[in-house]
């Protein structure tokens, strides 16, 4: 043990030299995440030649640090302006948007700052603790207990149902049926894809997110001045706003820490990714809330969540990689070329014969959030003035980079056509009543969903029961039915409690 610290603090150190490479990248992680279509994968990507060139220690800390920032960049432009950078930002405007429009942008971008930066570094630290332990994680999550995951995200359609139960259905319901769209995953045969080859992939993500939030939302705001609700809501800021969002997030510690383990755990999961993590961290902290009506109106904890959540991912994504050679997730694969680039044998034997590279990804992801809390902090006073631009410069500025952020991922004309699509689907949706997120859900997770059912089925012969045949994955089943019941039941008791003290009052 004794060993293993003095490695740990050496590494540490050596960690703290690279700096230089650190403070700027995490400027350029915050322009690559808050940019939509464009996230650390590609970007890794477009510098290969690059961080190959580099030597082996700088360009995994390059790379580290890039993927942590992006991360939390993408938080930015979902607070300020409905628009997820990512998927794994998804679920971040549900709360923080509101918080915007009211005029705290500045403490909502505080509070998703402190929370990313405690739900990474702490979430690191704990991987580096429990590192056999979590690696085992995915030798337990098989279908059956995948299924369940996605249903606990897929159950928050269910929570945002529950203001209008018809509408929040069937919102879901056309998200899941837009998700279907493409070839069948048993016979490759094409689903609604109405003669064009660009949809036999499926609906790609980016522009249906950007579409449904991005664009809907500028032809929402071209209606109003500024972005806040009332224009008597629009202050120049200050320090002041800032801490007191710094002061919010510290209140609710352990609600960062235990969302941010549900990212660590679903980041272990190779596949599974920071988008089904903040919408199940989203679920479950509404779920177990004592006030879930205040959700969805700009509450502090319905924005920590998400936020803490898809940066525990970060972390979980290095084990598989780093203990058994498995990619958690897209740029985890990239980081896996450049390490076989240079001759790195992977398995436990890495932390004892090159604990510079097994022990230092860890750390320099570790130094990239203590730095990224440093340094980004204090902008969330300056950021948060895009609120105050008036929507007619703003609006046009949104959908065009949103329509170029659909067109990077494939490069398809096409995909911008269909950003647009998803805009109009998204501005008649929040026009008649429809909630955007819930569409969005379904066109998420309904593949995954679709896919893992399809594989249990296969497995088992097409027995139904193998859905039941887990030990662990009844105990999620049960998990789930008690989340989705407990709010039910604590909601009429609440109302049951009123009712007895109105008619105490009324007696007395």
């Avoid at 819930?438 to 066109?443: D, E, F, K, M, T």
Wanted: charge should be neutral; glycine fraction near 12%.
């Amino acid at each position: 043990m004794g060993e293993t610290t003095t490695i740990l603090f050496e590494v540490f150190i050596d960690t703290i030299g690279y700096w230089w490479v650190i403070i700027p990248t995490i400027f350029l992680g915050l322009i690559v995440g808050g940019i939509p279509g464009f996230s650390a994968a590609n970007t890794i990507i477009i510098l290969m030649p690059l961080t190959l060139a580099m030597d082996l220690q700088t360009g995994l800390v390059f790379m580290v640090t890039l993927y942590c920032a992006a991360r939390m960049g993408a938080g930015i432009p979902a607070i300020l302006v409905n628009i997820p950078g990512t998927a794994g930002a998804a679920a971040t405007p549900l709360d923080g948007y509101p918080m915007a429009k009211a005029g705290k942008g500045q403490q909502a971008l505080a509070i998703s700052f402190v929370s990313s930066s405690i739900g990474g570094l702490l979430t690191t630290l704990i991987a580096l603790a429990t590192m056999p332990l979590l690696a085992r994680v995915g030798f337990y999550m098989h279908s059956v207990e995948m299924i369940v995951v996605m249903l606990f995200g897929i159950s928050l359609i269910a929570s945002i149902a529950s203001q209008d139960m018809l509408k929040g259905l069937i919102a879901g319901f056309l998200g899941l049926m837009i998700g279907s769209i493409g070839t069948d995953v048993v016979y490759a045969t094409p689903r609604g894809t109405f003669g064009f080859l660009e949809l036999y992939d499926g609906v790609p993500l980016i522009p249906a997110l950007v579409g449904l939030f991005a664009v809907s939302e500028a032809f929402i705001i071209i209606e109003k001045r500024v972005i806040v609700s009332h224009e008597g809501d629009v202050k120049t800021g200050s320090w002041h706003d800032t801490f007191e969002g710094v002061r919010i997030a510290l209140r609710h510690w352990w609600h960062i820490v235990w969302t941010s383990v549900i990212g660590l755990i679903i980041g272990v999961i190779p596949g599974a990714g920071a988008s089904i993590a903040s919408f199940v961290a989203y679920q479950q902290s509404r779920s177990l809330s004592k006030t879930p009506e205040l959700y969805g109106t700009g509450h502090p904890q319905g924005l920590i969540a998400p936020e803490s959540a898809n940066n525990g991912v970060t972390s979980g994504t290095l084990v598989p990689l780093l203990v058994l050679g498995i990619p958690g997730g897209a740029t985890a694969a990239i980081m896996l070329v450049v390490m076989q680039y240079h001759g790195v044998s992977f398995g436990p034997s890495l932390f004892e014969t090159q604990p510079e590279i097994g022990y230092g990804m860890f750390m320099a992801m570790a130094v990239a959030y203590l730095l990224m809390f440093l340094t980004i902090l204090p902008l969330s006073r300056y950021m948060s003035h895009v609120t105050t631009i008036p929507t007619i410069y703003l609006a046009p500025m949104i959908i065009s980079f949103t329509l170029v952020g659909g067109f990077v991922p494939r490069e398809y004309m096409f995909d911008m056509y269909l950003a647009l699509g998803f805009g109009l689907l998204g501005y008649i949706a929040r026009r008649t009543g429809y909630h955007v997120a819930a569409i969005l859900i379904g066109v998420i997770l309904g593949p995954l969903l679709e896919r893992y059912f399809l594989l249990a089925l296969k497995k088992s012969d097409g027995d139904i029961m193998t859905l039941f045949s887990s030990k662990l994955g009844n105990v999620l089943w049960v998990a789930l039915f008690f989340s989705l019941v407990l709010p039910a039941v604590f909601d009429w008791r609440r109302k049951r409690r009123e009712l007895m003290g109105q008619q105490r009052k009324l007696v007395g």
